[in-house]
């Protein structure tokens, strides 16, 4: 493949990245401002875990919906989704397969865009705090080995 071939590619998967970006941000932005704090925080929670998240977050946004729907069942109040047979789904546990699409229900499309965005403001954090961590420990190192070639007495007067 040429060089401009694969600059192409590369160009276009760029393109496409950002595309899925907004069309992330169209998604979760259907979520109405009840939910703007659990779905779209302005800032990534500092207890922020991907493996947890989505039972937590189900848990707030059920717990939110049973105020409003006291009779049992509810449309979702994240995409306003219904199932077909129902003008809501059963609280607790219908609207909670619907947002976290456990046993192949399936899932929640606000949901499931704030969950990917998050895990992945996550994922972005901790590469740059690792590679942060990486920039000083070869500083540090780099300082060490310099140190010691200016007390090497063979490189004396050159230092
Ligand atoms: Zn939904």
């Known amino acids: 493949m040429k060089i401009s071939e694969k600059q192409e590619l590369l160009d276009k998967i760029r393109r496409l990245e950002s595309d899925i970006y907004m069309l992330e941000n169209q998604l979760i932005s259907i979520a109405p401002d009840d939910f703007e704090e659990i779905v779209r925080p302005w800032k990534l929670p500092p207890d922020f875990n991907p493996y947890r998240w989505s039972d937590e977050a189900a848990a707030k946004i059920i717990k939110k919906t049973m105020v409003v729907y006291p009779e049992g069942r509810a449309p979702c109040p994240l995409c306003n989704r219904h199932p077909d047979q129902h003008e809501g789904y059963a609280l607790p546990v219908g ?57 090497d007495p063979r490189l004396k007067g050159l230092t």
């Open 95 to 151: 609207l909670e397969r619907h947002l976290t699409g456990k046993l192949g229900y399936h899932q929640c499309y606000v949901f499931a865009a704030a969950q990917k965005r998050l895990t992945d403001d996550w994922n972005r954090d901790r590469r740059e705090k690792h590679a942060a961590t990486e920039d000083s420990r070869i500083k540090d190192e780099l300082k060490v080995r310099i140190k010691k070639l200016r007390a």
